[in-house]
C-alpha cells in the first residue's frame, strides 16, 4: 500500500488549483497551477493579488462568488484546448475566508451521461 499524505497527492493532480484568502492574496498554487502560471512568475505569485491575474470582468465575477457564496463554473477554448474553470469559496468554521480556482483540460469527445 502507498503511504501518501493529503497535501502529496493534493500537490501533483493534473489540474490546477489556486487558492487565495479573502483579501485576494494568492495562498498557495499546487504544482500545475505553478506550471500554467510560470509566465506571470508560477510560485512567486504566492502572496500577490488573485485580481491581478484576471481582467476587471473576471474580478467583478470573483467578488460575486466572494461575497454571495456562490461558485463561478465556466468553460473556455484557449489555443484548441478546452478548459472547466470551477471558482469557488472555502470556508473555516462557518465563515467565508477565500476562493479557490481548480481549472483542468476537457476532452474534445468528453461523453455525457444522465443518471436516473
Excluded at 14 to 28: A, H, K, Q
Excluded at 89 to 114: K, Y
Aim: proline share 6%; glycine share 6%.
Amino acid at each position: 500500500m502507498v503511504d501518501a499524505t493529503p497535501i502529496e497527492w493534493f500537490e501533483n493532480l493534473p489540474c490546477s488549483v489556486t487558492v487565495c484568502d479573502s483579501d485576494y492574496r494568492i495562498l498557495y498554487l499546487n504544482v500545475r497551477s505553478a506550471e500554467v502560471n510560470a509566465a506571470d512568475g508560477g510560485k512567486a505569485l504566492i502572496g500577490k493579488s488573485l485580481l491581478d491575474c484576471h481582467p476587471p470582468e473576471a474580478q467583478e465575477k470573483l467578488r460575486r462568488v466572494m461575497a454571495s457564496g456562490q461558485p463561478n463554473v465556466y468553460t473556455i477554448e484557449k489555443k484548441g484546448v478546452r478548459k472547466m474553470i470551477y471558482q469557488s469559496h472555502w470556508r473555516r468554521e462557518g465563515q467565508i475566508v477565500g476562493l479557490v480556482e481548480i481549472t483542468f483540460e476537457l476532452p474534445a469527445d468528453i461523453p455525457h451521461f444522465v443518471r436516473v
